[in-house]
């Protein structure tokens, strides 16, 4: 099943796609992060998604079919868009009533019992909350509907390096007990590294990579050796990025490992996540995409230069 | 109760699932770990790491791949055999002879790196003489570097 499936998804503003020609599948089961840089599209392609906004043009359903935004979608996805949406005003007890009346489904006993182990005040209004606990006050609330789906948007911006772990704790304790998938939006390239097994790239709009993260890594690896020679091979090799500097080149290749591609004195070592990412940011003309999706993109470019 | 706490090194390169697998080895391999002893749940090492639970459970099936651990439905995983013949009073003979030795290295004027650069390079030659294929090395090894 895929929790989240675009057809030449596109969104307009006025004269400006935020989104276009997005086609991707993320399927169930997953961490999967969606990594871009700002104005990318990440926020629009999520919140199309989770239903709070309508496409320009093509189609997005999700859970394994239901259109985006249908009752059957709301029911099991739950959202938590950036910087912690809650009621400032409201006590952290009124905010668990809000959520129940205001939803189908409430686990009212994980709810209390979540806030208990974190320690945060019933009575306290939720804007007197530390940032952490309006991070993990926003997710248990999002947890306590139970969802098949959560999707985070940029969950882990505002908070220092201790919340961070505490949030993800949480966020992968609900998926190892509960099956829950999820989908997050993050800039936090180090933390991502920890948490997703999916891959989604999107740069100028479009969906530039995405597949499983031990895929990929297996895929591509860096290449080092002499400048002098980088040019001849850079011909036969599948360049992604090119670092020259005055005595060696470094080349970040994709390969499918069926043919050698070490040339003789060069060295060749695996790549991290962040690596990759960044070698992708860096070059927004590659893409390294499922089979058949790769056609409607023009043919990567090769060394940079 | 649980006899092993996970910890990981983001710096290592080593991807998640084997900077677990490592550690189950060597607790086993020292004997901190015995036959029949549990490991954590894959939830409480979640919890604890924050890290994906596809990862644990990865790093888990490759333990039982290997037949150290035993996945019994219900209950946990459970370590099911021992990587180590030599007994513990062995093994602090053999540590307290190694640190007699590391520390003729250091007076030698030996740093870390020097330390562990020999010592990779003394296991090599025992493996390559208890193969039998000493006289083969300087090629195999060359093609090797080129690969690796």
């Known amino acids: ?305 | 109760m649980t006899s092993i706490e996970f910890s990981l090194d983001p710096t290592s390169g080593v991807p998640t699932y084997l900077q677990l697998v490592h550690q189950v080895e060597h607790a086993v391999r020292l004997g901190y770990l015995e036959a029949g002893d549990q490991l954590p749940t894959v939830k409480d090492v979640v919890a604890s790491l924050a890290i994906n639970p596809n990862t644990v459970a990865k790093a888990y099936r490759e333990l039982e791949t290997k037949g150290l651990t035993v996945g019994r439905p219900g209950q946990g995983t459970f370590i099911q055999s021992t990587l180590n013949p030599v007994a513990l009073p062995e093994l602090s003979g053999l540590q307290r002879s190694l640190l007699a030795w590391l520390a003729t290295a250091d007076t030698a004027g030996l740093d870390e790196d020097g330390i562990v650069a020999l010592f990779a390079n003394a296991l090599r030659e025992f493996r390559d003489r208890r193969s039998g294929s000493g006289v083969r090395r300087g090629a195999a090894s060359d093609e090797a570097e080129g690969v690796a």
């Open chain 1, 1 to 305: 099943m895929n929790v989240i499936e675009a057809t030449r998804l596109g969104k307009r503003y006025g004269s400006t796609w935020a989104l276009r020609e997005c086609s991707l599948a993320i399927p169930d089961g997953h961490v999967a992060a969606l990594v871009g840089p700002n104005g990318a599209g990440k926020t629009t392609l999520l919140n199309l998604a989770v239903g709070l906004t309508t496409s320009t043009a093509g189609t997005v359903t999700v859970l394994g079919g239901a259109p985006a935004g249908s009752p059957v979608a709301r029911d099991g996805i739950a959202f938590v868009a950036q910087d912690a949406p809650l009621h400032k005003n409201l006590s952290v007890t009124d905010m668990l009533h809000l959520t129940r009346n205001l939803n189908q489904r409430f686990d009212q006993g994980y709810a209390t019992a979540r806030l208990g182990e974190l320690g945060i005040p019933l009575d306290r209004k939720t804007g007197k909350l530390s940032g952490g606990q309006q991070a993990q006050l926003a997710l248990t609330l999002a947890l306590s509907r139970r969802p098949r789906l959560l999707v985070l948007d940029e969950p882990m911006a505002s908070l220092d390096p201790l919340a961070r772990h505490d949030f993800m704790a949480t966020v992968m304790a609900a998926m190892a007990d509960d099956d829950v998938s999820v989908v997050l939006s993050s800039h936090v390239l180090a933390e991502l590294e920890r948490v997703a097994d999916y891959l989604v790239i999107l740069s100028r709009g479009s969906v530039q990579v995405a597949g499983e993260v031990d895929d990929l890594l297996a895929s591509h690896r860096v290449l080092s050796g002499p400048d002098a020679e980088a040019d001849r091979y850079a011909e036969c090799l599948d360049v992604v990025h090119a670092l020259h500097s005055k005595a060696q080149t470094h080349f970040l290749i994709r390969t499918d490992g069926s043919i050698n591609p070490v040339p003789p004195g060069w060295k060749a070592r695996p790549i991290t996540l962040e690596e990759l990412v960044l070698a992708y940011l860096r070059e927004p003309g590659a893409a390294s995409l499922p089979g058949p999706m790769r056609v409607r993109f023009a043919e990567p470019t090769e060394v940079a230069q």
